[in-house]
Every structure is written in C-alpha cells, then in structure tokens.
C-alpha cells in the first residue's frame, strides 16, 4: 500500500476511523531527518499491509500538528481505533519504527 498524504478534510476517515493502525508521519520538505525517515516509510508501506502509513506536512497543515502536540519534526504517531497509543520524535532506523508500530 502506497504512503498516503493526509489533510485535516480527510484525517479523521483515514486516521481516525481506519480499521487498521495507523501511522502518521508529521514532517515537512525542509527538514533533513523527514527526507531521511521518508524512505523507510515508503518500504514500510509496501511490506506491511496490517498498518496503513500517513504524512501529514506541518506546513500546510499546522492544526493537525497542533492537535497532537507537534512541536519537533518528524514525529511518528502510532494511532489505533482512533486513540494515539504510541509516538516518537526524531529521525529512526526502520528497525524503530517497526518497534514502535508494534
């Protein structure tokens, strides 16, 4: 499944009510550690079909960041049945990420 690019008109179908964990990168093109964990995300997305994988740019969408405390980027956020149950700030090994995903 490809990586899907999320904004506040369709965050709360494809985040908050997807029947899969969610992901959801927060990130922006400017930053360096986003373009190095972006690569990973993309392989991420194409092995794993149990979570679905979303990035929500803080530039053009800074109520979503502000909605989940967004202060450093990226920052990972694992949602599941609508509730954040996990989260990360900085760039990681894919090794990491699929921890944190669980």
Same mark, same amino acid.
Request: hydrophobic share 45%; aromatic share 4%.
């Given at each position: 499944?490809? #990586?899907?690019?999320?904004?506040? /008109?369709?965050?709360?179908?494809?985040?908050?009510?997807?029947?899969?964990? #969610?992901?959801?990168?927060?990130?922006?093109?400017?930053?360096?550690?986003?373009?190095?964990?972006?690569? $990973?995300?993309? /392989?991420?997305? /194409?092995?794993?079909?149990?979570?679905?994988?979303?990035?929500?740019?803080?530039?053009?969408?800074?109520?979503?960041?502000?909605?989940?405390? #967004?202060?450093?980027?990226?920052?990972?956020?694992? $949602?599941?049945?609508?509730?954040?149950?996990?989260?990360? #700030?900085?760039?990681?090994?894919?090794?990491? $990420?699929?921890?944190?995903?669980?």
């Amino acid at each position: 499944m490809a #990586v899907l690019h999320v904004t506040k /008109e369709n965050f709360e179908k494809e985040v908050l009510q997807s029947d899969k964990k #969610v992901l959801v990168d927060f990130w922006a093109s400017w930053c360096g550690p986003c373009r190095m964990v972006g690569p $990973i995300l993309d /392989e991420i997305a /194409e092995e794993q079909d149990a979570v679905k994988i979303c990035k929500v740019n803080v530039d053009e969408q800074p109520e979503l960041a502000q909605a989940f405390g #967004v202060m450093s980027i990226p920052t990972l956020c694992v $949602i599941e049945g609508g509730k954040l149950v996990n989260q990360a #700030v900085g760039a990681r090994p894919k090794a990491d $990420i699929l921890a944190l995903i669980g």
